[in-house]
């Protein structure tokens, strides 16, 4: 079965710095790999979206997301966050078993300091 | 572009009780999906419906959890009887085709609190 691991809970950055939230999954074929982000009251938003091609993926809001096959790995990153970017952040696999449903991690609560 | 409808946003019932949840996904898009997120977890698939057919519904627990899209649009979640476990923010989302790399579409969700 399909998993998705992300290993920080909560993250603390000072605005201005640069930011990486780490994921690992466990799937049998080629992943389809998501970056979502919730904000408080607000629903999902995509960030990004990985399938195939160049493994470094550009999304909304300046962030990017790097697939490693060999590390099992789909980190997302931006080089400087802003007070805005505070929220919780989602990594999802999909495309298992002829279904189309997510699987999500537990996130990562995202910390801005001024 | 209007997004991805669901009410009530809050709602709070006594154990035992029943309730229902209401979806109102982006207009034109085949694929529904239910998504039961409990607090401090990611959200996790109840069950997906293409037009009004169910694709997957294995992780509902059905004795107690029933979902129906009639005609292909809206869809109707329901508990019942509810128990304390079942508080959580429920959410609805929607793609276009369903294929596993289609885009999402998350709602706001309803939270529900069970006491």
């Known amino acids: 079965a399909q998993s998705v691991t992300q290993p920080d809970i909560h993250i603390t950055v000072s605005e201005g710095a640069s930011l990486e939230l780490r994921c690992n999954y466990s799937y049998g074929a080629t992943p389809y790999l998501f970056w979502y982000v919730q904000s408080p009251g607000q629903g999902l938003q995509l960030l990004l979206k990985y399938f195939s091609g160049d493994t470094l993926v550009q999304g909304i809001k300046g962030f990017e997301a790097e697939f490693k096959r060999s590390q099992s790995s789909f980190n997302l990153r931006k080089p400087s966050v802003h007070w805005s970017d505070a929220a919780e952040y989602f990594c999802a696999v999909g495309g298992g078993g002829g279904a189309d449903g997510l699987t999500f991690g537990k996130g990562t609560h995202l910390i801005i300091q001024p | 572009e209007a997004g991805v409808a669901q009410s009530p946003r809050y709602k709070i019932i006594e154990k035992r009780q029943s309730v229902a949840f209401w979806c109102n996904p982006i207009?034109?898009?085949?694929?529904l999906y239910w998504y039961q997120q409990i607090l401090g977890q990611g959200p996790k698939l109840l069950i997906q419906?293409?037009?009004?057919?169910?694709?997957?519904d294995s992780q509902l627990p059905k004795d107690r959890f029933s979902a129906e899209r009639l005609k292909g649009v809206d869809s109707t979640l329901k508990i019942q009887p509810a128990k304390l476990e079942d508080s959580a923010v429920y959410l609805c989302?929607?793609?276009?085709?369903?294929?596993?790399?289609?885009?999402?579409?998350f709602g706001p969700g309803t939270r529900l609190t069970v006491l």
């Open positions: 207009s034109g898009h085949a694929t």
């Open positions: 989302a929607s793609s276009l085709t369903g294929g596993p790399y289609d885009t999402q579409y």
């Open positions: 419906f293409q037009n009004n057919g169910v694709v997957d």
